[in-house]
């Protein structure tokens, strides 16, 4: 397949026409009325269009195929923290240290698998791609907090050595999210953080447009 290619067009590599979303980041969170790229990225000095595609779109379409043919930009973003509280995976009882660590690799394995069709989705169009940690919870109740953020790093870890490996750009996202205000809820980021994320995704996309070749991480 030949990558989708913006020479030609007439426009800066760098400009942000068409970000598609892989992932389902923006599913749980309220951005209020109207589009959704007005809630993001409020009065842009260009038109731009937002596409989300979450993982049953992408592998059952067959990777690349489920991609717009007018992308411009690619994100990998998943909500990881609201992932993990919902499937229960921290409620459940274990025998052991040994036992609680192996059904956390067995799901970061599951959750690997898709993250890794992903990122084979993205670089077949050869478009200028950035992939985002998981968003931590922020609990009110240290223990609570502790667990989930421990659970985290070892998803985290496998984001982290696949963007690596596919010299992806990264938007450390843990760093990025470090104030109450960013948060709606325990697990839920709130309007301020979500444009927070946006505003560095963008700053990162814009970058790796105009100077590719190197993996770099934002935060």
Known sequence: MTPNSQQGSGTPPDLIRHLVLLGDALQNINLGEGPTESALVPRPRNPWKLTVLQAPQVLQQGRVRAIPADASHIGICIDGGWAIETSGLLQVGTQSVRDALDRLA???????????RFIAA?????????????????????????????????????????????????????????????????????????RKVANVARSALYEISREPGRTRVYF
């Open 106 to 116: 067995t799901a970061a394995d599951e959750f690997e698998n898709i993250f890794v």
């Open 122 to 194: 993205a670089t077949e169009t050869g478009l200028p791609t950035i992939v985002c940690t998981l968003v931590p919870a922020r609990y009110l109740e240290p223990s609570q907090h502790r667990v989930a953020a421990t659970a985290l790093a070892i998803f985290n870890d496998r984001i982290l050595r696949r963007a690596f490996a596919a010299r992806l750009s990264i938007v450390e996202l843990r760093l990025v999210c470090d104030e109450d205000g960013d948060y709606a809820s325990e697990t839920l980021l709130s309007r301020a953080g979500v």
